[in-house]
Nanobody, 117 residues
């Protein structure tokens, strides 16, 4: 059974920082591309940051230079370090695991991030 379990969400003031983690089980983590998505109320889910199995990364323009995605294949975990948070970063953040070879796609349950003064 595949599980992606996010943690680290919460409430923070503008300009603050949060670190999200996503622990994966039931998949061979090393060969999956991992990503963080987010969905704000009334909006579509959007890609925040991705990290491929070999380590290359990509970011949404809105979070470049503020967020950093990383992975630890020894712990089957992907991270999202979020700095200089803005109210518009408020959303539910979802972890995603994707394997191109067979289009396997898995989602976590989401973790709420709220940025407000």
């Amino acid at each position: 059974q595949v599980q992606l379990v996010e943690s680290g969400g919460g409430f923070v003031k503008p300009g603050g920082s949060l670190s999200l983690s996503c622990a994966a089980s039931g998949i061979f983590f090393n060969i999956y591309h991992m990503a963080w998505y987010r969905q704000a109320p009334g909006k579509q889910r959007e890609l925040v940051a991705g990290i491929r199995s070999e380590g290359s990364t990509n970011y949404a323009d809105s979070v470049k230079d503020r967020f950093t995605i990383s992975r630890d294949n020894t712990k089957n975990t992907v991270y999202l370090q979020m700095n200089s948070l803005k109210p518009e970063d408020t959303a539910v953040y979802y972890c995603n695991a994707f394997r191109e070879l067979n289009n396997r796609n898995y989602w976590g349950q989401g973790t709420q991030v709220t940025v407000s003064s």
